[in-house]
């Protein structure tokens, strides 16, 4: 396979990677911009903030944020400045998700992967190593983006210069 | 590097104002100002579950970390039969005793304790209104949720006394609608006095 073609092969998959983690993250974002008691109940649990105003703007604003950032990726405008986002977010939350975890299996005295809880994610109940799986998988995405590909059918790839691929380029005459 | 970071920072911006902006439209959106918790910033420690336990009977003991919880936050509590007697008692139908059931809409409408008046501690704005002069003719008003670890009956509890309904009215239901269908006991569905009850 020749390096253009190959190329062309990862940018497609990269664009796929950037519709999936747009697809993604409003879905996640809208669950808990929904249910926003839900979700602050849960961030509650956590212990990680006892401030309430900074309670409530994380359980209200966090989720709305998150699909502003999964629009941006799904739409293709300021990829690498969105991908960079959630790439940032999901360090945190993998930590802080492991950390609690880590908490319940000692507190029930379980094995860690049997730890299955509500982290808050947007997706329910889940097993504590399949929320890791997913996140690790979600941040190896967010990279693709975050490095310049994907750029086909994005709007406004970049908000600094337009680096929109829409067509093939014609061939040049012979 | 510096143009990807400053086009999040770009990003960043306009999504907190777009964020802040949702959640101020939006119909469920939280009052940031509001401590819905009453001080309470951690939960009560979950109950580690055994195959056999149920909570099909709630107590009046300190032992339990719920009720502890309520008695040091100075509210009193009532246990499944106190309930039952409390609602069958004529005052009932009076209005002198009231149940208030402090979960949202959906749970509200899946099943309530017949009779009982909503109040999501978490919305109070939609309910005070008819809430607040019920509770000031009543003589007692018994608060519960779904039961277990579940709080929203505490934190309705302390919102009422907050708007000045005294305390001594005021009791926590600590098994909640769990314990009362656990029991058997009769339940409403849909709106208040809909008529339809089930046991």
């Known amino acids: 396979m020749d390096p253009a073609t190959k190329r062309k092969r990862l940018d497609f998959v990269a664009v796929l990677a950037r519709w999936f983690l747009g697809g993604i993250f409003i879905y996640m974002g809208l669950v808990k911009a929904l249910d926003p008691v839900t979700f602050l109940k849960l961030v509650r649990e956590y212990e990680i903030v006892a401030n309430p105003v900074l309670l409530n703007l994380i359980a209200s604003v966090l989720p ?111 | 590097m510096k143009r990807v970071l400053l086009e999040a920072l770009l990003v960043a911006a306009v999504g907190a104002v777009i964020a802040f902006a949702a959640n101020a439209l939006s119909p469920r959106g939280l009052k940031l100002t509001q401590d819905y918790f009453h001080g309470e910033t951690a939960p009560v420690p979950r109950a580690k579950a055994k195959p056999t336990q149920t909570i099909a009977n709630s107590t009046n003991s300190s032992a339990d970390p719920v009720v502890a919880r309520l008695k040091e936050k100075g509210l009193q509590v009532v246990n499944g039969e106190q309930a039952s007697e409390l609602f069958h008692d004529p005052l009932y139908q009076q209005g002198g005793i009231i149940f208030i059931d402090a979960r949202n809409d959906e749970h509200y409408q899946g099943g309530h304790i017949p009779g009982a008046y909503q109040f999501d501690n978490y919305h109070p704005e939609n309910y005070m209104g008819i809430i607040f002069p019920v509770c000031q003719a009543a003589q007692r008003i018994v608060v519960y949720c779904t039961g277990g670890n579940c709080e929203d009956s505490q934190f309705a509890a302390l919102t009422l006394r907050d708007a000045q309904i005294p305390n001594e009215k005021l009791f926590v239901y600590t098994g909640g609608i769990t314990e009362w269908t656990n029991r058997g006991y009769t339940v409403e569905f849909g709106e208040r006095n809909s008529g339809k009850i089930q046991k």
């Open chain 1, 64 to 174: 709305w944020f998150e699909v502003f950032c999964g629009v941006m990726l799904l739409t293709g405008v300021a990829v690498r400045g969105s991908a960079l986002l959630l790439f940032g977010m999901l360090i945190p939350f993998t930590l802080i998700v492991f950390k609690r975890a880590l908490a319940i299996a000692s507190a029930e005295g379980i094995l860690f992967c049997a730890v299955k809880f509500n982290c808050g994610c947007g997706g329910g109940d889940v097993y504590i190593c399949q929320k890791l799986i997913e996140n690790t998988g979600l941040m190896l995405l967010a990279l693709l983006p975050l490095i310049g590909l994907g750029k086909k059918w994005a709007l406004r790839f970049s908000f600094w210069r337009k680096e929109t691929v829409t067509a093939e380029p014609a061939p040049a005459p012979a």
